[in-house]
């Protein structure tokens, strides 16, 4: 049995189901490939009932990729790299979760926001807007910690963290696309790990020398 999933938003109950639907099928199969019909059968859903809640499939996608980015903030606002009080610690530990969660998911679908970008952003705008906007939280919430862990550790550097932000989202949406031509989630993992070592050669090469040894970062003794 599937585990029931901690939806993000309220909603009744028909209209979760389409979007769980909508989320699921456009991921799989992108936007296009995807009907009304799909939709409706895989919610278990009559088209009536369907247009009760939505006008078009544009709706749903909208209402899809809302929700699928509110539940990929609220898994990564709980992952565990979130208690460490070391900002860099907390900017290594991001990378090792997500190498983590590549190494242990199931055969990625991809990102529906990287999906559904990479097919619409030429003909939908408003799709296009929301999906860079769900992109950018990303980046800007990675850098968040950027700034803090520059500030202690290397203030002089000449990196931007928002630059390194988006380098962040630009690596792993590339690599869920690799993953799923080479059908192996490990491209994802062997990226991200790529990604982690830069990362702490920059802080390495311009880390502030400091009488009090620096707190222990995540994932230091990984291999």
Known sequence: MRKQKEFTTEWPETKRRLVDAGIGLMRSQGFNATSLDDICQA??????????????KDEVAKAAVTEFTQERARIF?????RRLADPLARVLGRVDFAIESAKTGRLTKGCLIGTLAQE???????????????LQQVAEDFEKDLIEAKAVYAPKA????????????AATQGSLILAKTSESNQVTADNLAQLRDFIELLFASARVCSDNKPAKTAGADRN
């Open 120 to 134: 619409l952003a030429f003909t939908h705008p408003d799709l296009r807007t929301i999906c860079r906007d769900s």
């Open 77 to 81: 606002r709980e992952a565990p790299f």
């Open 43 to 56: 919610a278990g859903v009559t088209k009536g009932g369907f247009f009760h809640y939505f006008k078009s």
């Open 158 to 169: 000449s990196f931007e963290p928002k630059k390194l932000a988006s380098l962040y989202v």
